[in-house]
Every structure is written in structure tokens, then in C-alpha cells.
């Protein structure tokens, strides 16, 4: 195989996304690293056949799959056992799944010949059950109890059941569904060549009840704002992630600058011999008193460079205490309550400090609205009688920050007054004959092509966007070719959540022999690229993404998602990002951001509900406030309408959803398709025509348009 540039380039940032992203959760007895002694490789027993058969990708076929068997045989400093590794690939060819017999298994040799030791588990994105089956619970007892440094892998799409196992290990690693590249990355991070600096995007609970508690009814409380809100025990709290060093804030200060919230930070690597990596989080308490809220949630944050010991990195972060307000369904407006708005930072959601305090002494509108859906019968949950999750010395410093609160005037903040479109008019002025090249030349109006359009050319181009068969085989689909007619060019579009889903080996439909091979990178899936919480990390891999579209000819990509995860039960967990919204919309926006370098981007909602029901405050303030980031930061070319019913209205283009929030409210200014059906009611032509607009703006930036025009 003939590697090219692009290949061998996009590969590498396959690597650093993977080393990147992957949580240390647990380092007791210096299990961790695996560093050689003498200069003779430190002897590994390996255990459990994901070690051959890991789970990389979650549709992306990749080109250059790197187990964690061979991960770790490639490794300078580790040395899987010999006899171990053989045993698993003989089962792994003759088996296929399943584990060999623990009675199969010589532990007590291993523990013998090898100083530590490795379980790997394993779930595929299309098979992710969170409990540990009987064989995987006996294996990691014996494998435990035989030796005293065992590190536990897990190599799934999320969070797994392990907290009555974690006691007999000594450390453990969520690897996640990393990409191609994923063994060499966990090799590198096992053996101390690359720093663990991931930080879980998802809370994890002791028992995957906890889930079920928490997703009992549809409301703003899931993962750690219910967890740490109704102070349930975790086994890992939301952000939480180990590294071989340790980073200290040493300074900190919050301040308020007119209607922006600043918070300065000082961290520091207080450790002597290891390189850091930290990620500095900023979470809110709002006032209680008129309206139940989490405890806590994460405003915003960011993460250091590599900072060697003893160095340290002063961040900055500001945000506009807007931000700081809530949705009041009554008024259909957002508002801050009067009363103390704390601001905490720390490392994690269990470990942080009261900082800064904000006063607002009456009740301020930010932003008047107008309602999107029905009232239904469910509110949101009560913390009433509820204490939330506690640490010595919190109520001190919330009283010592209260004495020097800063005062926030009602002159400091903007009341804004959203402007809603009417009825768009349709489109006139039209003229045969006119093509896209002359729009894109400056001859005619968009507005006068689109006229010209008979209604069964608009419904083609409207209705059955990516329902065509695409020209890249593997492609999930193509819009409409109206090149004829009107010198509209079919573009191609591509799912995987995990980089460029297409076939691999292209052949001759009548011979089949192999015509060429699209050799596509794969990349972590989204549930492992959030714990990284790294921007750059994040563009780069979705730039790495738009240059094999590019290369494919494929036009749009169709992965991004904004979905917040609420319990790991959903199929669609691996293709999501985390269960904060501000971390899932900033995630999916740097994702696009980086596509958009080189092609385009459709953001997208993943979830496999038919039909949920929740209030508008809930819909805003949760499940929408991901979108609305990736839509103002990420700019997304189109926007894939879920099939999907929120309290009983089907999500179309003439639902106030889209047609009020997405449009008016966001400002954007995109285009919007469905896989179904894209309007609830029988469009009129207005309506045809002012999606037709918007879908024609879209293929004048695309690619393809390039391509046929030149």
C-alpha cells in the first residue's frame, strides 16, 4: 500500500487525538508508567482478548488499525508477555468472540514471569452494554489478586459498571473507542512517552441505577447536575482525570467588568519529574430562592499548554453574565434572579472553590422571547429538602466571598428584544434560462433562479436532499442533479461520527475487480474526543476530516451533534459528546470549524428517541443550549432536522423550533433538511422557495459547484 502525505499526516493527528483524549481515572503504587528497569523492557501480562480485537472505530473502516497488543509490542519501554499474546491471537482467529476459559488462563505463571499486568475490556459502539459479564468479574478477581500492579482497561464507547471492581486494581484507564491509532496511543501513555491530560466528559456513577434515577423524568437534572445537586455517590466526577504529575491553582480572582464576567487563574506543575497538562473549569451557582436549578453548572473552560515542573500559565476567561440567567416560562423571557450568583473553579465538578460572588438586586430581563412549544404537564424536579454535594469549608468561603460581592447594576445590563421574520413573501422576478453560474458571476439574483423554478424541481431540490444516489460509493446520500436545467450541481454527503464513512475498496460492478481504494482515517468517536476539552486538538481533527472529503469529493459531512448524553443506554452515546451541553456545543462547533477549512459541515442530533416530552425550560436551557453554541461559534453549513416530536409536534422547518429559534432567535443563516419528512403541513411555495434559497447558498459555497463550474 502506497502511503501518500495526507495519509501519513492525517494518521498523526489520529495519534495525538487519541493520547489526547484518554482518562487516567485511577494510579495507586506507582502502577503507572510502565518504564523499563536496566534497560530491559518492564515484562506486561496482558489480559483480555480486546487486547486483539479492540474496539477502534464505530463505522469508519480504517487503514491502519493498531491493537493494544501490538500497541504495546511496538513499545520501547513495555514487554506483553509472550506466551499471553499468543494465546489470545490463536483465539481470537479460531473463537472470533468471546474470552478463553479462565481455567485456560496460567495467572499464577504469568504473575511469575511479568512485574505488572493489563485487563482489557472491551464494548463496540453497536454493542455497549455497561455490565461487566461473569468471565470479565472472575478474570479481573484472579488477575488482581495474583499481582500487585494490574492496570484495568476499559476500551469502550463511555462509562462502564465497575465500581465494586475498581478496589482489586491499582489503576484504570478509559480508553474509549479511539481510532485507528489507538493502541499506539495507549502504548505511549501506559509507558509515560505521552501525559495523560483527559478529563471525562460524562459524571460516573457508582451503579448504573444512579442513570435510571436520573433520567426518571426529562428535565434540566442529568449526570452531574443531578448527581452533585441531589449529592448521589460518583466513582468519578464530571471533569475528573489523573495525570503523572500534579497541577496546584496558586492565584486566582474573579471580576466583573461592566456586563462581563473575568476570572483570572494561575496554575502550576508541583510536581518534579512529569510534564502536566490541567483543564481550568468554571462552574455558577444561581440563586434558589424563586426557581429550582442545579447546584452548580459549567460556564466555560480551558485548558493549559504542556507545562513542564515547576512552570506554571496564568488563564484568562470572560463571559457575559448573561449567561448567568435562566428561562422563565411564564414571561417567555431570560432573567436573572435577584440574589448571589457564586463562581467556582476548580478541576473537576467535586473539586473546586468559591471564588467570586456576583449580587443582582432585583429581578433583570436579559432577553424577551416569545414560546416555541406547548406547556406540558411535567415540570422540572424540586431540590426542595434536597442537599446537594458538600466539602469542608464550602459554606466559609461562600460567606467570605458574599462579604465582597460585586454588585451588579440593572444600567450594566441590555435587555434585548428578539425581532421575529414575517411571512416570507416568495420569490419574484424570474427568468428562464438563468443558471447558478450567473448568480455566482453577479448577473441575476438568487431570488429570480428560484422563481424560475417549476415546483416539482423546488420539491427535488427541498424534499429530497440526500436522497439521491451519491457518486462516491459508500456515501450515505446526494441532492438533487439539476445541472441541466439550471446548472445545479449534485452534492455528495457523508455520515461518520468517527471521520469519512465510505467504501474502501472500490470495484467494478460487472467484474469485480478493484477500480481504487479510499482510504479513510479513522479518529476517536466523539464520547472519547470531548475528554480532551482541547480546541485545537478538536479543529485539527475535523480539518484532518475535511481534507480526505476533499480528496474523496464529498461535499458535506454530515457527523457533528450537539446532543446532550442522558444516559448511556441510547444507541447513539458513541456519536454525542458528553452530558453538558456547553461541552457538547463547543465540541461539535470546533469540529465544524475545522471541517469548514477545507469542506462543509451539517450539525446534526443523534438521539434514537421517537418522541420526548419536557418543558420549554428544559428544551432551552439543556437540550437546546449545545445547538445554539455550535451554531454561534461553529457556523455549520446545513442543519440535519431530527425525526423526532417534542410534546407531540413533529421537529420540521415549519415547527417554531426551527423556524423561530434556529432562524430568528440564533441567526441562522444555514440550511435545514430532514432524512424524513422535512415539513409537518403541506408546504406552500413561499415556503419552497425560501428553503430553496437557503439550500442554493449552500451548494454556490460547495466544492462541487467548483468542480462543475470550471
Given at each position: 500500500m502506497e502511503q501518500t502525505a495526507r495519509m501519513t499526516e492525517n494518521s498523526q493527528v489520529a495519534l495525538e487525538a487519541a493520547a489526547g483524549s484518554m482518562v487516567l481515572l485511577k494510579n495507586l503504587n506507582h502502577t503507572l508508567p510502565f518504564l523499563a528497569a536496566e534497560g530491559k523492557k518492564l515484562p506486561v501480562a496482558v489480559f483480555g482478548a480486546g487486547q486483539v480485537r479492540t474496539a477502534l472505530s464505530c463505522g469508519v473502516e480504517p487503514w491502519k488499525p493498531v491493537n493494544i497488543l501490538d500497541g504495546l509490542c511496538a513499545s520501547t519501554q513495555a514487554e506483553p508477555d509472550g506466551l499471553l499474546a499468543r494465546k489470545y491471537r490463536n483465539f481470537a482467529l479460531e473463537q472470533g468472540n468471546g474470552e478463553p476459559e479462565l481455567a485456560s488462563l496460567d495467572i499464577p505463571g504469568a504473575a511469575e514471569r511479568c512485574v505488572a499486568a493489563a485487563i482489557v475490556i472491551t464494548r463496540t459502539h453497536d454493542h455497549y452494554n455497561c455490565t461487566l459479564t461473569p468471565p470479565e468479574q472472575s478474570l479481573i478477581r484472579a488477575v488482581g489478586a495474583a499481582f500487585p500492579r494490574t492496570v484495568l482497561v476499559l476500551n469502550s464507547p463511555g462509562y462502564m459498571d465497575i465500581a465494586e471492581y475498581t478496589p482489586m486494581v491499582t489503576a484504570v484507564v478509559f480508553m474509549g473507542l479511539p481510532g485507528q491509532q489507538g493502541g499506539a496511543a495507549l502504548a505511549d501513555l501506559l509507558t509515560g512517552k505521552a501525559i495523560f491530560c483527559g478529563k471525562l466528559a460524562d459524571a460516573w456513577p457508582v451503579s448504573l441505577e444512579q442513570f435510571e434515577q436520573a433520567a426518571m423524568q426529562t428535565d434540566l437534572f442529568s449526570g452531574y447536575r443531578f448527581f452533585d445537586t441531589f449529592n448521589k455517590d460518583v466513582l468519578y466526577p464530571f471533569g475528573y482525570g489523573l495525570s503523572y504529575g500534579k497541577s496546584v491553582m496558586t492565584t486566582y480572582s474573579v471580576g466583573l467588568d461592566d456586563a462581563t464576567v473575568t476570572v483570572d487563574v494561575t496554575i502550576e506543575n508541583a510536581s518534579s519529574v512529569w510534564p502536566v497538562r490541567e483543564v481550568l473549569q468554571v462552574y455558577f451557582s444561581a440563586p434558589?430562592?424563586?426557581?429550582?436549578?442545579?447546584?452548580?453548572?459549567?460556564?466555560?473552560?480551558?485548558?493549559?499548554?504542556?507545562?513542564?515542573?515547576?512552570?506554571?500559565?496564568?488563564?484568562?476567561?470572560?463571559?457575559?453574565?448573561?449567561?448567568?440567567?435562566?428561562?422563565?416560562?411564564?414571561?417567555?423571557?431570560?432573567?436573572?434572579?435577584?440574589?448571589?450568583?457564586?463562581?467556582?473553579?476548580?478541576?473537576?465538578?467535586?473539586?473546586t472553590t468559591i471564588a467570586g460572588s456576583i449580587l443582582v438586586p432585583k429581578p433583570l430581563v436579559t432577553r424577551e422571547l416569545r414560546p416555541c412549544i406547548e406547556r406540558p404537564s411535567e415540570t422540572v424536579r424540586s431540590r426542595k429538602g434536597a442537599k446537594p454535594f458538600s466539602y469542608p469549608g464550602e459554606a466559609e468561603e461562600r460567606a467570605s466571598v458574599r462579604k465582597h460581592a460585586m454588585r451588579l447594576s440593572?444600567?450594566?445590563?441590555?435587555?434585548?428584544?428578539?425581532?421575529?421574520?414575517?411571512k416570507f413573501p416568495g420569490c419574484r422576478g424570474g427568468k428562464q434560462g438563468i443558471r447558478l453560474s450567473d448568480i455566482y458571476e453577479g448577473k441575476y439574483d438568487l431570488r429570480q433562479l428560484v422563481a424560475a423554478m417549476d415546483e416539482h424541481d423546488l420539491r427535488a431540490l427541498v424534499c429530497s436532499f440526500g436522497s439521491s444516489q451519491p457518486k462516491v460509493p459508500g456515501a450515505w446520500g446526494a441532492s438533487a442533479d439539476l445541472w441541466d436545467r439550471y446548472g445545479v450541481p449534485s452534492i455528495t454527503i457523508c455520515k461518520g461520527c468517527d471521520g469519512v464513512r465510505v467504501e474502501r475498496d472500490v470495484r467494478d460492478e460487472e467484474t469485480g475487480s478493484l477500480i481504487r481504494r479510499q482510504y479513510a482515517t479513522s479518529f476517536p468517536a466523539p464520547s472519547l474526543l470531548a475528554c480532551s476539552f482541547d480546541s485545537a486538538l478538536i479543529q485539527r481533527v475535523g480539518a484532518a476530516v475535511g481534507r480526505e472529503m476533499r480528496e474523496f469529493g464529498i461535499d458535506l459531512w454530515l457527523a457533528p451533534s450537539a446532543t446532550v448524553h442522558r444516559s448511556p443506554d441510547s444507541s447513539c452515546y458513541h456519536g454525542s459528546f458528553s452530558e453538558d451541553p456547553v461541552v457538547a456545543g463547543l465540541c461539535a462547533a470546533w469540529l465544524i470549524q475545522g471541517c469548514q477549512q477545507h469542506a462543509m459541515a451539517a450539525l446534526r442530533h443523534v438521539e434514537s428517541t421517537v418522541e420526548v416530552t419536557l418543558t420549554e425550560r428544559t428544551l432551552r436551557e439543556y437540550d437546546l443550549q449545545g445547538f445554539e453554541i455550535a451554531v454561534a461559534l461553529?457556523?455549520?453549513?446545513?442543519?440535519?432536522?431530527?425525526?423526532?416530536?417534542?410534546?407531540?409536534?413533529?421537529?420540521?422547518?415549519?415547527?417554531?423550533i426551527l423556524s423561530d429559534v434556529l432562524y430568528d432567535e440564533w441567526g441562522y443563516d444555514g440550511m435545514a433538511f430532514a432524512s424524513g419528512e422535512l415539513f409537518a403541513r403541506f408546504p406552500s411555495r413561499p415556503m419552497l422557495e425560501q428553503a430553496a434559497l437557503r439550500t442554493l447558498r449552500m451548494i454556490l459555497d460547495s466544492e462541487a459547484f467548483r468542480r462543475a463550474a470550471m
Open positions: 434558589e430562592d424563586a426557581v429550582s436549578r442545579p447546584v452548580y453548572t459549567l460556564d466555560c473552560f480551558a485548558k493549559t499548554g504542556v507545562l513542564q515542573p515547576g512552570e506554571s500559565e496564568c488563564l484568562r476567561l470572560a463571559f457575559p453574565v448573561s449567561e448567568l440567567s435562566r428561562y422563565d416560562t411564564s414571561t417567555a423571557t431570560w432573567r436573572l434572579d435577584p440574589g448571589y450568583y457564586d463562581i467556582r473553579l476548580g478541576f473537576h465538578s467535586r473539586n440593572p444600567r450594566q445590563v441590555t435587555s434585548w428584544i428578539t425581532r421575529y421574520s414575517k461553529g457556523k455549520p453549513k446545513a442543519l440535519l432536522a431530527p425525526s423526532i416530536a417534542i410534546c407531540g409536534e413533529a421537529l420540521s422547518l415549519d415547527n417554531r
